[in-house]
């Protein structure tokens, strides 16, 4: 009786270890993640000056930075400023100007000053050395015409739902 026990629990185990020898490949989670295969450009115009700036003025390998596993992103974050007088507004100069690989990243423009203003300005892009720009425009009257467009939509906007609540007050 013996012997029939250890037969049928020897054709259990086989029977569970064939279970086991499949056709599939089962991953940890570790091995399903996203590879980072992104390279940006990595580089400070206050270091590196003006090839920092002008990608396309020469030799850019030195430049050419392979991103640490959570950073998915490029960035050019660019600072510049501009000064006004009653009658006029300088070009924007450039301050300063930075790429490099990052986890996160929010693009646009905060402008700072009255007199003199100053411009942060950030652009992200998720491909291979496509930080190759000067982020966002510094152009004041471009920035003008932006916020004054949007604003004058929100007032139409606004007026528009606003005005059965006139009429009913009138």
């Known amino acids: 009786?013996?012997?029939?026990?250890a037969i049928v629990f020897m054709g259990l185990l086989e029977l569970g270890?064939?279970?086991?020898?499949?056709?599939?490949v089962h991953k940890t989670s570790a091995a399903t993640e996203k590879i980072n295969d992104l390279w940006?450009?990595?580089?400070n115009a206050t270091d590196d000056g003006e090839a920092c700036i002008d990608l396309s003025s020469g030799n850019n390998a030195s430049f050419v930075k392979k991103c640490n596993p959570e950073e998915f992103i490029c960035m050019v974050?660019?600072?510049?400023?501009?000064?006004?007088t009653e009658n006029s507004t300088s070009t924007p100069k450039l301050w300063s100007l930075?790429?490099?690989?990052?986890?996160?990243?929010?693009?646009?423009?905060?402008?700072?000053?009255?007199?003199?203003?100053?411009?942060?300005c950030t652009s992200c892009c998720e491909k291979s050395l496509c930080n190759t720009g000067k982020a966002h425009?510094?152009?004041?009257?471009?920035?003008?015409?932006?916020?004054?467009?949007?604003?004058?939509?929100?007032?139409?906007?606004?007026?528009?739902?606003?005005?059965?609540?006139?009429?009913?007050?009138?």
Not at 17 to 24: A, E, G, H, I, V
Not at 77 to 84: R, V
Not at 142 to 167: D, E, I, N, Q, Y
């Open 40 to 43: 940006c450009y990595s580089c």
């Open 17 to 24: 270890r064939s279970q086991y020898l499949t056709n599939t």
């Open 137 to 170: 425009s510094t152009n004041p009257i471009a920035h003008f015409r932006r916020t004054s467009t949007t604003l004058a939509l929100g007032l139409l906007v606004l007026l528009s739902v606003m005005k059965p609540t006139l009429s009913v007050i009138l």
């Open 77 to 84: 974050k660019q600072f510049s400023y501009t000064t006004s």
């Open 98 to 120: 930075e790429r490099r690989c990052i986890s996160s990243c929010e693009a646009g423009c905060i402008i700072i000053g009255e007199r003199t203003k100053l411009y942060a």
């Open 1 to 5: 009786m013996s012997i029939i026990i």
